[in-house]
């Protein structure tokens, strides 16, 4: 199986339809949202294109597609008009005997709860918006791949617009071209 892993779309219009042009491209089976979906929260500014309805319409007409966790910009209300569930604080994908934390970051992270953390595994996390794909070490000695594709609509730190590929037990970090 093939996944396209995205976050932080934060309701910009413009990079969902970029995010699900990539998905459709790439030939994923499933598009794995990292949480954030609607909403852009009161720290960060607002994204270009912020039009939440739109970014409703543009992912409930690929529902059958998704998997998605829950950002701590998404609430009950958010489940309500997505048709595609939203409220898992975490899951656990499994491709080629690799096994994948999927998260979103606010709960579980590299610092906090490493009991949740795959040793040998891969986290994937959204959160901070900065795209990264390290070799990280917990403090109980866990080791693990970070991933994380940062925010298409407000990447922080310098980044760049990414997303993930998993393929064959594989992950790539990968620009937006």
């Known amino acids: 199986m093939k ?10 219009s ?41 970014v409703i319409e543009l992912f409930n007409a690929i529902a059958d597609k998704i998997i998605a966790v829950r950002g701590n910009c998404d609430t009950e209300v958010d489940q309500m008009v997505l048709k595609f569930p939203i ?25 906090d709860k490493p009991e949740a953390m795959p040793d040998g595994g891969t986290l994937l996390m959204g959160h901070t918006h900065v795209a990264k794909d390290i ?26 617009p990414s997303y993930i590929i998993i393929e064959n037990g594989k992950a790539e970090l990968v620009s937006f071209g």
């Open 3 to 12: 996944f396209f892993v995205a976050s932080d779309i934060h309701g910009d």
């Open 14 to 54: 413009y990079w969902a339809k970029r995010v699900i042009d990539a998905f459709i491209e790439s030939k994923a089976d499933k598009l794995v949202l990292l949480g954030d979906i609607l909403y852009h929260g009161p720290r960060n500014d607002l994204p270009s294109h912020y039009e939440p309805k739109k």
């Open 87 to 111: 409220m898992a604080d975490y899951i656990y994908l499994v491709d080629e005997g690799q096994v994948f934390l999927v998260t979103h970051g606010h709960i579980y992270n590299p610092y």
């Open 135 to 160: 070799m990280f070490k917990a403090e109980d000695g866990k080791t693990f791949r970070y991933m994380n594709p940062g925010s298409p609509s407000i990447p922080k730190e310098d980044t760049k």
